[in-house]
């Protein structure tokens, strides 16, 4: 083979590899996310909010960290979707801010 497409098959692992870590976070991190709003908004806007609630907010919030973090700090959410580590902390408050903006519905 040649090294051209020894480039090219590696290349293409890893795109693949990476969008797999991104739907990974997605999903588990979202889920997650869900959970955790809920329980923070408890008793908000006079009515009880579920998990539906907050979907489009939490799949923003994954997409940015998933565009925004490490491979290796990716890795660490996909081993363990339920971790906070400092570093995801700060990711989450640019997240907040970023998808409050983008759609206005979630800020109200």
């Known amino acids: 083979m040649s090294?051209?497409?020894?480039a090219l098959s590696l290349a293409f692992l890893l795109i693949?590899?990476?969008?797999?870590?991104?739907?990974?976070?997605s999903k588990d991190y979202q889920k997650n996310c869900a959970v955790e709003q809920v329980a923070e908004h408890k008793g908000?806007?006079?009515?009880a909010l579920t998990e539906e609630d907050f979907s489009a907010y939490c799949a923003?919030?994954?997409?940015?960290?998933?565009?925004n973090a490490s491979?290796?700090?990716?890795?660490?959410?996909?081993?363990?979707?339920?971790?906070?580590?400092?570093?995801?902390?700060?990711?989450e408050l640019?997240?907040?801010?970023?998808?409050?903006?983008?759609?206005s519905k979630m800020n109200t």
């Open 3 to 6: 090294v051209f497409r020894k």
């Open 71 to 91: 491979k290796s700090q990716v890795n660490e959410l996909v081993m363990n979707p339920k971790a906070k580590p400092e570093w995801l902390k700060t990711i």
């Open 94 to 103: 640019k997240a907040m801010k970023s998808c409050l903006s983008v759609d």
């Open 44 to 47: 908000t806007k006079g009515k």
């Open 60 to 67: 923003c919030q994954a997409e940015f960290i998933s565009k």
């Open 16 to 25: 693949t590899a990476n969008s797999t870590y991104a739907q990974a976070i």
